[in-house]
């Protein structure tokens, strides 16, 4: 296993001043893929001195791959047609590639140390994708933004970390829970600031000014990833800490919880007044991820499954709505409510597509997003029968929202700005829609892969 | 298999989705006689839909997207009733809702597009009751109703009849109704007269074991509310196709009022007859509107008697299976109705409701028919031709439903035929009563001569009880601004502004010079070599 590992890591030293090491980078990574698929339900198993898995591991590591090959492919654009802005012999390609890696890795180390290190590692390549290939002078503010708002959070992580590697003396995840060094420290406000972090990544309300900046002034590659992937650090680091820590339910997770979800219900009704697409977009992310947040924090188990399902099926599914907005920023140079509108008469067939995805944005039956959404308010439900009406009325705003937003982009008569002559359509977006659809659609038949 | 259906044997097939869960998630497909007999009839209306619709949408350039929405439509129908367990049904429920959204906002204009937000609003309404009830189940571990505490098997019935009322259009929901009236009439045909809105009485019907008294009572009231709120309603309404609407929301109001005296099967019989007779009007007055140019409004219209005979014969024949005329098609069920309501247990005030709510039925039918038919010489077309084969094929195929299909049904299957004693006394008594004061009522409109107090009940009653205005304008404008107001003041201000930017350009910016500053002077350097000097030694 470490062998695969050094492997990939010198071809990709070596292949560094080449021209194509982005494609070499995909390689390795799903090499790393197949070598973890092995491993049964609900047991960490490490597979070597770096390298630990479980099941909701692989299901990360799954997405983050396919994350990155729907941006790729929709973002062809960049890539191909001479637009190529080269950083000393880097594309988009690479960055994106680069982030690839680095989540990939992110999600399949078992220590700390490494954990933390990858945790960081992945916003360098999103901070340059953002500064080169986005489109607006806006976009510096943004990317700082980014850059301050998570790394100031870790910080007291990191620190939390290094006392906890001087005191149990191994920083290793599985060794350090058996051995029970958690098991002396009270967790409750300590817990609260080592969280702090990943409840910034996964934006909870109150902390999540920088996510719909940064959507908004990120090229296409650079949101799809950011939705897809690195929002999904924040849960899973959460899932790692709440596993390893051993922290009981106590009035500060419930206090947690609470903000989270009715800042969901918030940020749900907030959607509903946007006016560009692509802030309307990263508002549900928020909506969404507080959901899985909260039904996280009941200490269920059937909260967890339902907390790493939302966290799937929204990866897949959010950067597919990204690259719709994408495509009606291509013919109207505009990402405004105001002026790309009307699609419905003139490409159908791109209409239906946005249908289907805002329908299932919404949690339409039988799809995955439907069963994580469904049994989100039952792992609310079951703890208090108020967070259960507000998970309700989440649902309910989620709907409002993904039915305005279709309606807004679809209904009425064409824009003006639409309707250019030879106008040509590709159909990339259409490709990686059909892919992302057919994932949420047959995740149905195989649910126990996804409930983990 | 046929004759195991009909000896009341039933077909289930079960698949298992998931075994981590602790809840069964599993999609069960039940055929027995009900599931049978609606999906036969659903196919049968939606089959005559589609060929009504051949001529009704034809000069249409999109009609190949319309036939594939209406397939979606019926599939999802189907899933409905042939897979009654509940994530299955939810399968068919989001399903019908999200397709009826798209069916509704098919001409794409600004009003249908108000139309279509507050049609799957409303139905967002029931689904999320669905999945709290959903939620509910899993929470106690089992979808069946035997580790049932009290509370919870109590809400768990609320939620359930929250979730069909919103489907059937039931007060407090049932703005949405007439207003979905935008789609084009083949629609109007399918969704909004067997379809959807029977959608939630199958749902009661199959999953009636759950409701407890409480429930019943509440929905026995709401139902008789709004079987009064349509009839009132309809006898002001203008547009003819509301005017059907509304005539659907009484009889499913009649539907759900048997359902809540635990006449299920009855129900179930008023469903399926309903569903025939009713989408042969709307058929009918899709092929007035078409022949009279696309104009709704009746005070346009009128005379379709000598200019259309064969259409107009048949909505004479729908109006009297609705107003229940002996031996049409829906007296029969509706006598069953009408003796349920007699002879179970039910309190006086409901049963003079009811019988008002007859009376307005007959009222609202004749004055259609008199709107429609009779030559008003309003309308300049003086001559209509129907020779469209698309047209008098679909008529030809559901003429029976206006006749013959309960006299069918009845003959095939025992359990649609029940007796009911009436002590004759009492009923004569206050029949003779409640005609009685009918008829002062309508002689006190009729002899008003007080403006002020006429053009509150026109309003009043145009507007639905004022229902459609408040569901309609008033809370989406209020939840608008208020979310506007919030994203000014809290989302821009304190969020992004204050913290956002004053702050953390503060810690980055301001504080970091100041700090630098402090420090990085002559004796800040001194100390700070002291210091790390001190914790070296100390540390080895």
Known sequence: MSCVLMLSVSCILWGLGMNEVGWLIMVCAVALLVVMMDCPFNFYILKSEWLGVDEMSVLMVLLCLLVSMMSLVSSTKEVKNGFVVLMSGWSVVEMVMFICLGSVLFFSVCSWMDFFFFFEFSLVPTFFLILKWGYQPERLQAAVFMLLYTVGSSLPLLMSLIYFWSNIKSDNMLLSKMVGGWKDFNMNWPWLIMSLSFLVKLPVYGAHAWLPKAHVEAPLSGSMLLAGVLLKFGGYGLIRLMWFSEVTNSTIVLFVLVFSLWGGVLSSGVCSCQSDLKSLIAYSSIGHMALSLSVLLSFYSVGKMACVCVLYSHGICSPILFSLAANSYEFCQSRSIMLSKGISRIFPIISGVWFFFCILNMGFPPSLNFFSEVYSVGGLLSLQWLLGLMGGLMCLMTGAYCLILYSLVNHGVVSSMVFKPGLNLSYRYLVSSVFGGVLLLGGTLCLDMFFV | ?540
């Not at chain 2, 098919?106 to 507050?118: A, H, Q, R, T």
């Not at chain 2, 009649?254 to 042969?280: D, E, R």
């Not at chain 2, 005379?303 to 109006?319: D, H, Y």
């Not at chain 2, 702050?503 to 070599?529: D, H, Q, T």
């Open chain 2, 1 to 540: 298999m046929v004759a195991g259906v009909f000896n009341g044997g039933a077909l289930v097939l079960e698949w298992e989705l998931s075994e981590k869960l602790f809840v069964e998630t599993s999609f069960c497909l039940v055929l027995d006689w009900i599931s049978c007999l609606f999906s036969m009839s659903v196919l049968y209306i939606s089959g005559c839909v589609c060929v009504f619709s051949g001529f009704y949408l034809s000069h249409d350039k999109f009609l190949e997207k319309f036939f594939v929405l209406l397939k979606l439509f019926v599939v999802s129908m189907v899933v409905l009733v042939l897979f009654p367990s509940y994530l299955g049904l939810m399968v068919g429920w989001d399903g019908l809702g999200v397709i009826s959204f798209l069916l509704v906002i098919y001409y794409l204009s600004s009003c249908s597009l108000s139309s279509g937000m507050i049609t799957v609003l409303s139905n967002r309404v029931g689904d999320v009751c669905f999945i709290l009830a959903i939620s509910l189940m899993s929470s106690s571990l089992s979808f069946g109703m035997w580790g049932e505490s009290f509370v919870s098997g109590f809400v768990l019935g609320i939620f359930l009849m929250m979730g069909s009322m919103t489907k059937s259009a039931q007060v407090p929901f049932s703005a949405w109704l007439p207003e979905a009236m935008s789609a084009p009439t083949p629609v109007s045909s399918l969704v909004h007269s067997s379809t959807l809105v029977t959608a939630g009485v199958y749902v009661l019907i199959r999953f009636s074991a759950y409701l407890s008294e409480f429930e019943m009572y509440m929905l026995s009231i709401s139902s008789m509310v709004t079987m009064l709120l349509a009839g009132s309603s309809a006898c002001m309404e203008s547009d003819l196709k509301k005017v059907v609407a509304l005539s659907t929301l009484s009889q499913v109001g009649m539907m759900m009022f048997a359902i809540s005296l635990g006449a299920n099967v009855i129900a179930f019989f008023h469903l399926l007859v309903h569903a025939f007779f009713k989408a042969l009007m709307f058929m009918c007055m899709g092929g007035v509107i078409y022949y009279s140019g696309s104009c709704q409004d009746s005070r346009f219209l009128g005379g379709v008697w000598n200019k259309l005979p064969f259409t107009s014969c048949l909505f004479l024949f729908s109006n009297f299976s609705l107003m229940g005329f002996p031996f049409f098609s829906g007296f029969y069920s509706k006598e069953l109705i009408v003796g349920a309501a007699l002879s179970l247990n039910v309190g006086l005030m409901a049963v003079v409701l009811f019988f008002m709510c007859l009376a307005f039925t007959i009222s609202y039918s004749f004055r259609t028919l008199n709107l429609v038919m009779q030559d008003m010489s309003v309308f300049s077309l003086k001559f209509y031709s129907m020779e469209n084969g698309y047209y008098l094929s679909s008529l030809l195929l559901m003429m029976n439903g206006a006749i013959s299909t309960s006299l069918i049904m009845q003959s095939i299957l025992k359990e649609f035929s029940t007796v009911s004693f009436v002590n004759p006394s009492v009923f004569y008594s206050v029949l003779l009563l409640l005609v009685m004061f009918f008829f002062n009522l309508v002689l006190l409109f009729n002899c008003l001569s007080k403006k002020s107090f006429m053009s509150l009940t026109k309003n009043f009653l145009k507007s639905m009880w004022f229902l459609s205005i408040i569901s309609g304008n008033f809370i989406s404008s209020k939840l608008l601004m208020m979310i506007s107001s919030y994203i000014v003041y809290v989302e821009m201000g304190w969020i992004r502004a204050f913290i956002g930017s004053k702050v953390i350009n503060s810690i980055s910016m301001v504080f970091r010079n100041k700090i630098w500053e402090m420090n990085m002077n002559f004796f800040g350097v001194i100390l700070f070599v002291f210091l790390s000097v001190f914790l070296i030694l100390k540390v080895f």
